[in-house]
């Protein structure tokens, strides 16, 4: 089999580093990649992974037998429609089934129907209005861009002054969310689906704010563990139950089937687990703590197989660079990569470029070190032991993943 793998970051080269572990994979072409990919296979360069044209022309040029498609932002632009009007195999949902990330009210919607829990909300186009609806209620505030905003359009705040300043602020580019704040710790729980049905992945827990003890701006994610272990024991069975199988139902109902992993991310309230957002591709950086965990062939398990896994536990502590995430300084050049971090580290690329033997700093997120060990305890040493060891001025990241 001959794999074409669609995106960049972190997600993308876990999801690769494990596609290439298939005994069914004989190739692994990334597009655009990353140095990290480019260690597994060839990578296509200077095609932007929302050129859906581009990546379906390519898929059809290497003759590959399947496309993964890692990122929201080509999902949202329509590759999977376009891969399969040539008649190629692809795993992810068409551009109208995305609409479950790339816009907030339709997977409210979606969800208000099938019955599945979640916070109240209500979208607006007219500024005015939600500044009333703003000022009707208390904090803490939940304001979200409607769009794909790569992670930076929610805003959750005790100001109301901030709240309608980031109203202000989207509403020019679109319809803005405002919502039920939902109180609780959170957890991310995946599914992959498939035309045979859906079966989870294993949980894990990220962390947001770019700081320790979660303070700070919110951020993609600065880190990430799996298992977790405070969670009620049917937590998984039942959002499986009470949230993806309902959503697919109505989904495929309302013509619209999904095929795909989905990611629940739920705040596990008083009043019991409620969803947050749903996400159409997995969690970065969740996706890197989860897939070293599992020990079935992911092939497999896309085409609709159980996983099964490993005792180890994960941690992922992310490395960023000075500036992020406002505005990340690019073009040092990363030291510590060129040795060995030991059997029980993994280092996937995101925000990196290769020139030469070098590796520079090309982004906000840019290196996820993963530590494996028999217990979080064991996993989290060996994650910080690598990070330590890898330097470029004003790298960052927080120290208390997993603590």
């Not at 140095?35 to 597994?40: D, I, T």
């Not at 770019?210 to 600065?222: A, I, K, S, Y």
């Not at 272990?229 to 499986?240: G, H, I, N, Y």
């Not at 013509?255 to 992993?261: A, D, H, Q």
């Given at each position: 089999?001959?794999?074409?793998?669609?995106?960049?970051?972190?997600?993308?080269h876990?999801?690769?580093?494990?596609?290439?572990?298939?005994?069914?994979?004989?190739?692994?072409?990334s597009?655009?990649?990353?140095?990290?990919?480019?260690?597994?296979?060839?990578?296509?360069?200077?095609?932007?992974?929302?050129?859906?044209?581009?990546?379906?022309?390519?898929?059809?040029?290497?003759?590959?037998?399947?496309?993964?498609?890692?990122?929201?932002?080509?999902?949202?632009?329509?590759?999977?429609?376009?891969?399969?009007?040539?008649?190629?195999?692809?795993?992810?949902?068409?551009?109208?089934?995305?609409?479950?990330e790339?816009?907030?009210?339709?997977?409210?919607?979606?969800?208000?129907?099938?019955?599945v829990?979640?916070?109240?909300?209500?979208?607006?186009?007219?500024?005015?209005?939600?500044?009333?609806?703003?000022?009707?209620?208390?904090?803490?505030?939940?304001?979200?861009a409607?769009?794909?905003?790569?992670?930076?359009?929610?805003?959750?705040?005790?100001s109301?002054?901030?709240?309608?300043?980031?109203?202000?602020?989207?509403?020019?580019?679109?319809?803005?969310?405002?919502?039920?704040?939902?109180?609780?710790?959170?957890?991310?729980?995946?599914?992959?689906?498939?035309?045979?049905?859906?079966?989870?992945?294993?949980?894990?827990?990220?962390?947001?704010?770019?700081?320790?003890n979660?303070?700070?701006?919110?951020?993609?994610?600065?880190?990430?563990?799996?298992?977790?272990?405070?969670?009620?024991?049917?937590?998984?069975?039942?959002?499986?139950k009470?949230?993806?199988?309902?959503?697919?139902?109505?989904?495929?109902?309302?013509?619209?089937?999904?095929?795909?992993?989905?990611?629940?991310?739920?705040?596990?309230?008083?009043?019991?687990?409620?969803?947050?957002?749903?996400?159409?591709?997995?969690?970065?950086?969740?996706?890197?703590?989860?897939?070293?965990?599992?020990?079935?062939?992911?092939?497999?398990?896309?085409?609709?197989?159980?996983?099964?896994?490993?005792?180890?536990?994960?941690?992922?502590?992310?490395?960023?660079?000075?500036?992020?995430?406002?505005?990340?300084?690019?073009g040092?050049?990363?030291?510590?990569?060129?040795?060995?971090?030991?059997?029980?580290?993994?280092?996937?690329?995101?925000?990196?470029?290769?020139?030469?033997?070098?590796?520079?700093?090309?982004?906000?997120?840019?290196?996820?070190?993963?530590?494996?060990?028999?217990?979080?305890?064991?996993?989290?040493?060996?994650?910080?032991?690598?990070?330590?060891?890898?330097?470029?001025?004003?790298?960052?990241?927080r120290?208390?993943?997993?603590?």
């Amino acid at each position: 089999m001959k794999v074409l793998l669609v995106g960049s970051g972190g997600r993308e080269h876990a999801i690769g580093w494990k596609l290439a572990q298939s005994p069914r994979v004989d190739e692994l072409i990334s597009l655009p990649g990353n140095p990290g990919l480019a260690e597994l296979g060839p990578v296509v360069e200077g095609i932007a992974a929302t050129d859906v044209g581009a990546i379906a022309a390519m898929a059809r040029l290497h003759d590959v037998d399947l496309v993964v498609v890692g990122p929201e932002a080509p999902l949202a632009a329509g590759a999977a429609d376009a891969v399969a009007r040539l008649g190629i195999a692809v795993f992810g949902p068409t551009r109208s089934a995305a609409r479950l990330e790339s816009s907030k009210s339709f997977a409210k919607d979606v969800m208000t129907r099938a019955g599945v829990p979640t916070g109240g909300s209500e979208s607006f186009t007219d500024p005015g209005k939600a500044h009333a609806h703003i000022d009707s209620s208390d904090g803490p505030y939940v304001v979200k861009a409607d769009g794909l905003a790569g992670g930076k359009g929610v805003l959750v705040t005790e100001s109301r002054a901030d709240a309608r300043s980031w109203v202000d602020h989207w509403v020019e580019s679109g319809p803005v969310v405002v919502e039920e704040f939902l109180d609780g710790p959170e957890v991310s729980v995946f599914a992959v689906c498939t035309p045979q049905g859906a079966v989870a992945l294993e949980p894990a827990r990220d962390y947001k704010r770019l700081l320790e003890n979660d303070e700070g701006p919110n951020t993609g994610g600065m880190g990430s563990y799996s298992p977790v272990d405070d969670l009620p024991a049917d937590l998984v069975d039942e959002t499986m139950k009470t949230v993806v199988t309902p959503t697919l139902e109505q989904m495929s109902s309302d013509g619209n089937p999904f095929t795909g992993f989905l990611y629940a991310g739920l705040v596990l309230t008083d009043n019991g687990p409620k969803v947050l957002e749903f996400n159409v591709r997995l969690g970065d950086p969740e996706t890197q703590a989860v897939l070293p965990r599992m020990t079935s062939d992911l092939v497999d398990v896309l085409e609709g197989a159980t996983p099964t896994w490993s005792d180890h536990c994960t941690v992922n502590v992310v490395l960023a660079a000075q500036g992020y995430p406002t505005a990340p300084e690019k073009g040092a050049r990363i030291e510590g990569l060129d040795g060995s971090l030991g059997e029980d580290v993994i280092v996937f690329h995101a925000g990196t470029v290769a020139e030469g033997k070098n590796v520079f700093v090309d982004g906000g997120r840019v290196l996820s070190v993963v530590g494996v060990g028999d217990d979080l305890d064991m996993a989290r040493d060996r994650a910080y032991e690598a990070a330590g060891r890898i330097r470029w001025p004003g790298v960052q990241y927080r120290s208390d993943i997993a603590l």
